[in-house]
Each structure stands twice: as structure tokens, then as C-alpha cells.
């Protein structure tokens, strides 16, 4: 009973001494700074610019490199404006000649054009070892025995930092680094096809890494992980020079006016060959993570202070960022919804960014609830629990939401997610049959895309979180046309101002003219059957499968399901093995080439990208016109044209374009969500004290059935320690007193 006692009073004091927020995740002394804390769910594999190529490694490394481009905040459609660059420069455009053309000249008569890239003078790189000196004016870091290297784990195990100006040379050599065969780049490919000599440098670069690591197992044996330094500098790259310390010079294979939006994504900035040395020095990887992929050096707004990417990583505020404002123009709109209140102001607005690593979605959505988290996306399961539909049939958070002061953010991805159809089958593609089959065979496309209802779809799967597609196109695109100018007119019919998908009725009329009457083959007699290749086969997707097959019984056509693995549905769409399928594609850069070339005929090849194998010799006519062109009418009047060839000819049953939702909380400072780019983080503005107060009244503790405990055991104890008193006191009587 002493025990009980004793945990009573440890009870009482534990509750005396507790702080206000007792399950605060983050250490005490972070309260009240100005902290942006997000999260992130798998592992990031590179945070080298030149290999990172997945949404959730840019969430990092945008905040911490700088291409010489990136795009405005506000503006939609998206437009490009100068990040380290002075401008976004216009190209020359030259014969084979050599003899500089006009800006209007034909694209067949360009065989070159050439980016002269200013940058802007004055921009520091981040404080890092790499640019260390020692009391000589010497690199401290650059030539380290191994065995030194061998007693560092973390990146403040190298006490001293420096730092240098950024100049044209560091583009160059993040350039040549693409063509670099130890990093495996995955743009380096594509990139050959324009960036002139890059090929050649590869196959230069491949030789010489060859004999080096060769030459390095011979001396620390076969299986030595280590990785050769090359100097780059050393390599010339015919297509790509420094013209003075600011200003580089890219030269492209004709004419390909898209190349300036690959120079907004992270595989075009700058790379210092001080961090290449540094990090290719032995034992810094060995097992250490000493590596770009773990400790990015950029010039951008955030640098990496925290890499444990198995739990947390934490972006300090870059004290050597060069400054940048916020915009002080939008779209419209972006006035009255409080998107211009920073207007002018320097950023970035929070000095850290603490990324939590989350495996389950409950705890990260407590933790979002608790305050924890600043903004959040909604899982299916908490869906309802978040949003509901407003007077009007949009989308608003729950009032137990709105109560908190969460607000709902919402943006269409530039993505399109379609049902495709093999134009190599005989039955819903023509296959090799006469312009009679190949007249059936649209028809039966055209039927069953009005079938599918993606409304419904999106209703039920996503939440209503997508929009219906009306072809290749997803909003936010130069080309998508919006309300009665860009309706599907093949599957839909424009009633009271709105789109709205013709009756199953006029689905069943094209089957009939297409031969299938009541889903029938009229020569045969025999039911039509069509067959769809997935990957879906777990019980999870048993309700959306029954789904698919319900939409094809609504014209009386059997749909037979062929689920696989995902290696064997890929190998399936290469060889042309399939009949329908579905597939989706996220815009590389916001230009309608990189959703146009998904139909264009010549890409219909085993690796190319036009997995429906479509083509149409008009179609391919006027894209060879559309792709080269600079965005504006001519331009939009062609692409008309292509979506109407395309509406017709139903090579993909239009599916959706996903809608983005995500909550924000209270003390977040309204923003605009960008689904291209995600170097947006130094745009955010948090409250911190208000974050505290709402933390401190969302978490108070309940000590109530802790007072009952300890009031039990207070009582419990109460006659044991009587008990206690007594027996205390009759031993303390003298020897032979009365008893």
C-alpha cells in the first residue's frame, strides 16, 4: 500500500508541473518561432538535380535549387518568368548555313536555334564545406585523406563553410552532368535529341568512366563502391558554352520552342563543381549519405540543415538568398481573394520548414486536427469527414471544419486519365481492315465513350474530386477551351448553359450502325465482347471493376476483365497486345506538344508514347504545324482543329482531369495552389502565435479522470497508512508500559 501512496503523490506532482500542451511533437523550444511544418510519405531516393525526377523529391529540392527560370505565383494559363535569369530570353533561329533567320521563319527551314541566358549578378550559393578555405586561401575540403573523411557522419562535421558567386559556368556543368553515366539521368536521353554535341560528350564521358573505374577495382579490388571523380570542366560540349562570367549559350536542333520550360525544372540549375568534388571524395558515401542526393547546395530561398529521411527533414531559411518579392499582380480574382497582401514584400516568409515523415494516413490526419500539421491533403477515409457539398454543388469544408477556421483549397491537375483503345484490334480499333471496319470500328468508340459515365465516376471513386475530360486537354493548358467552346459535342449535348452527357439512347443508335445491334454482331449473331487490361485485382477494386462492367451492360456489351501486374500490363501496351486499357499523363511543362504527341502517329511505336497506336495522316499534318509554333491564334485555331479530329476518330474514351483538394489551416495566410511547379513553399506565411493558442485549445489535456485516479488511490490508501500510524506509535512506548 506504501506503492499506492507513493504513486498518488508522483500523480499529483506530475500534474502540478505539466505544461499546457502535453503531446506537442516538436521540441519546446520551437513553440512561437515561425516554422512551416508539412510531411512527407515515402523515402526520397535523389535529391541530385540531375537524376530527381518524382513529385515527392521536388517538394524538397525546388525549394533549394534554381533554374534561370520558374513560373509566376499567380498568372493562369501558366506563364514563365525569370528566377536567376534576367530575363526569359527570345532564340535565334539559324539555317545550316550558319545564316541567322527571322523570328517568323518557317520551323522547316530551321536547323538551330540558340538561348543566350542572362543571369542576374551578386547571387551567392548557400553556405557550404564545399567552398571552404583554410588560412591559406586554399580549399579545406577538397582533398581530404580518406581515412578523415572516414570519422565524418553529418554535414557539421565539416566545421567550417564558405560560399561563392554564382556564375554561367555552374549552368554548364549541371548541364554536361546530365550526359554523366554514373548518375544516370533520366532526361539525358530526350535531351540528346536537341541539345547539340551532348550525345557525343555522353559517349566521350562513358569511355573515360570506364577506364577509371577500371583502373579503381585494380587497385581496391572488384567490388569497391567508390565512384571516380571527372572533372567536367575538362569536356567541351559543342552546344553548350559560358559567352562571359553571366551569360550562357544553349544551342537546340532546330526549332523547339518547349526547351525554355525544361529550363524551369531542377534538372537545368546550377551545380558547382566545388559540391561535385566534394562529394566524390572516397568514403563520403560510404554509408554516410555525404552525397547531393542527401545534402543539395543550391542558391535557392531554403537550404538542408536536418536529413534523416526515415523520420524528419528540416529547410533552414538560405542566409545568403539573394531576395526575391512577391508578385504584385495575378489573374483575375486573385485581388478579391486576398492573394495580393504580400504584394512586394521580401521572401521567404517562414525562416524553416520542418518535413515529418508519415507512413499511416490516421496519425498524419490527427496530427493536421491537433495543429501539428499547417496544411494537408484528405484522404477517401476522412473525405466526409472534411468536405461537403455547398448550395450550389461546390465543394466546402464540413461546418466542424469551418468551425476551426480550416479552409479548402482546390486546383485541376494538368493531367488527363483515359480509357484507350488499341487501333491495331480489328474491333475497336479498324486494325488492317477497309475504311468500312474502320468506320464500325469508331462508331463502337464513340458508343462506348458516351456509355462510360465519368460523372458518376468521379461522384462515387473520387469524391468529386475530377473534372470530365472533353479531350486531350486539361484546363490550365494553352488550347482547353472552357464552357460551350470546348464541350465534346460527340458525347455530350449543351442544354441550359451546361454539358450534359447525351442519353444512353443515342450510345445504343451508333452500336446499330456500327453493327451491333442490342450488342449483337448482325452477321454472326453472336454477343459482342470487348476486353480491358488492368492492373486492378486486389478485393479493393472489386466495386470499381463491377463498375466498368456496368457501363458497358448499359449498351449490351459483355466486358471481360484481364487483371495483371504491372510489369506484364506495360509489356502488353508495348507489343500492342491489348484491346482497351487505362492509362493517364501528367503535364512535363504546360504547353499542349506534351499532351498532343500522345496521338500523333509516328510516336505509335513499341516505346513510343502513343500507347493507343492512333493515327490520323490530317491529325499528324496539323501537329507537325501546332507543335513548333509560339502559343497565340494561329496556334489555337490548329489545335481547334485537332480536337475536333480527335473527338470524332475517339481514340481514348475522354476520362477525367483529377481535381486537387487540400486543407489549410487558420493561421495560414491564403495561397494559391500550383500544380506545375512546387517551388511555392517560399510563398507561404504562417501566424505562429495563433498556431499556438489554437494548438493549446485543440489539445487541452483532460485531467479529470487522472483526479478520479488519484482520488482513488488516495482513498485506497488511506487505511493502510492509518494502519501504518498506528503501529508506529505503539513501538514507540517505553518497555513495560501498559498496553
Not at 189 to 194: F, G, I, P, Q, R
Not at 382 to 394: I, L, M, P, S
Not at 593 to 598: G, Q, V
Not at 699 to 712: D, F, T
Request: charged share 25%.
Amino acid at each position: 500500500m506504501r506503492g499506492a501512496l507513493h504513486t498518488a503523490i508522483l500523480l499529483a506532482c506530475g500534474l502540478a508541473g505539466c505544461g499546457r500542451v502535453w503531446n506537442d511533437p516538436y521540441p519546446a523550444e520551437d513553440r512561437g518561432k515561425n516554422i512551416l511544418y508539412s510531411f512527407f510519405i515515402e523515402r526520397p531516393r535523389h535529391f541530385d538535380p540531375a537524376q530527381s525526377y518524382t513529385s515527392d523529391e521536388f517538394d524538397v529540392i525546388q525549394q533549394i535549387y534554381e533554374p534561370p527560370f520558374q513560373y509566376h505565383y499567380l498568372k493562369r494559363p501558366y506563364q514563365l518568368i525569370p528566377a536567376t535569369a534576367t530575363e526569359v530570353p527570345h532564340p535565334k533561329y539559324y539555317d545550316e548555313r550558319g545564316r541567322e533567320l527571322p523570328a517568323d521563319a518557317d520551323a522547316g527551314r530551321i536547323a538551330y536555334s540558340e538561348y543566350d541566358i542572362p543571369i542576374r549578378p551578386g547571387i551567392l550559393y548557400q553556405p557550404h564545406p564545399a567552398f571552404a578555405k583554410d588560412e591559406k586561401g586554399e580549399p579545406a575540403y577538397l582533398s581530404l585523406p580518406e581515412g578523415e573523411i572516414r570519422t565524418k557522419y553529418k554535414l557539421s562535421d565539416f566545421p567550417k563553410t564558405g560560399t561563392r558567386e554564382l556564375v554561367a559556368d555552374d549552368y554548364v556543368y549541371e548541364i554536361k552532368r546530365l550526359a554523366h553515366p554514373q548518375l544516370v539521368s533520366p532526361i539525358y536521353s530526350h535531351m540528346t535529341d536537341y541539345i547539340v554535341g551532348l550525345k557525343e560528350v555522353g559517349d566521350r564521358l562513358k569511355r573515360d568512366n570506364d577506364t577509371l573505374v577500371a583502373e579503381q577495382q585494380k587497385r581496391y579490388g572488384a567490388s569497391d563502391p567508390g565512384r571516380p571523380w571527372i572533372d567536367l570542366r575538362s569536356y567541351e560540349l559543342s552546344g553548350v558554352k559560358a559567352v562571359d562570367r553571366y551569360t550562357y549559350r544553349v544551342r537546340i536542333k532546330g526549332k523547339y520552342p518547349q526547351f525554355v520550360y525544361w529550363l524551369a525544372m531542377p534538372f537545368f540549375a546550377p551545380v558547382p563543381w566545388e559540391a561535385d568534388r566534394f562529394y566524390s571524395q572516397r568514403g563520403m558515401n560510404d554509408g554516410r549519405n555525404l552525397t547531393l542526393d542527401s545534402y543539395p547546395v543550391g542558391t535557392g530561398a531554403y537550404m538542408i540543415s536536418q536529413y534523416d529521411p526515415n523520420f524528419r527533414m528540416t529547410l533552414d531559411a538560405n542566409p545568403n538568398f539573394h531576395g526575391e518579392t512577391y508578385p504584385a499582380e495575378g489573374a483575375p480574382g486573385d485581388a478579391a481573394a486576398g492573394l495580393l497582401a504580400d504584394a512586394g514584400k521580401r521572401m521567404p516568409f517562414t525562416d524553416r520548414i520542418v518535413f515529418t515523415r508519415e507512413k499511416e494516413s490516421i496519425p498524419l490526419w490527427n496530427k493536421f486536427l491537433q495543429g501539428y500539421y499547417d496544411n494537408a491533403g484528405i484522404a477517401s477515409d476522412n473525405f466526409d469527414q472534411a468536405v461537403r457539398a455547398g448550395v450550389g454543388g461546390e465543394a466546402v469544408v464540413t461546418p466542424e471544419m469551418a468551425e476551426r477556421g480550416i479552409s479548402l483549397v482546390t486546383a485541376v491537375e494538368p493531367t488527363t486519365f483515359y480509357l484507350a483503345f488499341n487501333f491495331k484490334d480489328a474491333v475497336v480499333g479498324g486494325g488492317k481492315g477497309d475504311e468500312h471496319a474502320r468506320a464500325r470500328a469508331r462508331k463502337l468508340r464513340q458508343a462506348v465513350s458516351i456509355a462510360i459515365d465519368w460523372e458518376e465516376f468521379i461522384s462515387i471513386f473520387a469524391n468529386g474530386r475530377g473534372v470530365p475530360g472533353m479531350g486531350p486537354l486539361p484546363p490550365g493548358i494553352f488550347g482547353y477551351r472552357e464552357e460551350a467552346g470546348g464541350y465534346n459535342p460527340v458525347v455530350y449535348d449543351w442544354i441550359g448553359g451546361r454539358s450534359v452527357r447525351k442519353p444512353i439512347q443515342a450510345a445504343r443508335k451508333l452500336l446499330v450502325e456500327a453493327g451491333y445491334p442490342d450488342g449483337r454482331d448482325a452477321r454472326t449473331g453472336q454477343p459482342l465482347v470487348l476486353y480491358l487490361d488492368t492492373t486492378a485485382r486486389g478485393a479493393e477494386d472489386a466495386a470499381q471493376l463491377a463498375w466498368y462492367r456496368r457501363q458497358f451492360a448499359k449498351i449490351d456489351v459483355q466486358l471481360e476483365i484481364r487483371s495483371t501486374d504491372w510489369n506484364r500490363f506495360q509489356e502488353k501496351i508495348r507489343l500492342g497486345n491489348t484491346q482497351m486499357f487505362f492509362l493517364g499523363w501528367h503535364a512535363d511543362y504546360p504547353d499542349p506538344e506534351n499532351f498532343m504527341f500522345l496521338l500523333y502517329g509516328p510516336n505509335a511505336t513499341q516505346d513510343g508514347e502513343n500507347k493507343a497506336r492512333y493515327e490520323n495522316p490530317e491529325f499528324d499534318r496539323l501537329y507537325v504545324q501546332m507543335k513548333n509554333m509560339d502559343s497565340g491564334p494561329r496556334r489555337q485555331a490548329i489545335i481547334d482543329q485537332m480536337v475536333k479530329i480527335a473527338r470524332e476518330d475517339a481514340p481514348w474514351a475522354w476520362g477525367l482531369h483529377p481535381k486537387v483538394y487540400s486543407l489549410r489551416n487558420v493561421w495560414v495566410r491564403p495561397g494559391k495552389p500550383n500544380v506545375i511547379t512546387r517551388n511555392t513553399l517560399k510563398y507561404i506565411r504562417i501566424n505562429p502565435e495563433l498556431r499556438d493558442r489554437k494548438r493549446e485549445e485543440w489539445n487541452r489535456p483532460v485531467v479529470w479522470p487522472l483526479g478520479m485516479i488519484l482520488a482513488v488511490l488516495l482513498l485506497a490508501s488511506a487505511p493502510a497508512y492509518l494502519s501504518y500510524r498506528r503501529r508506529e506509535r505503539m513501538a514507540a512506548k517505553p518497555a513495560g508500559a501498559p498496553a
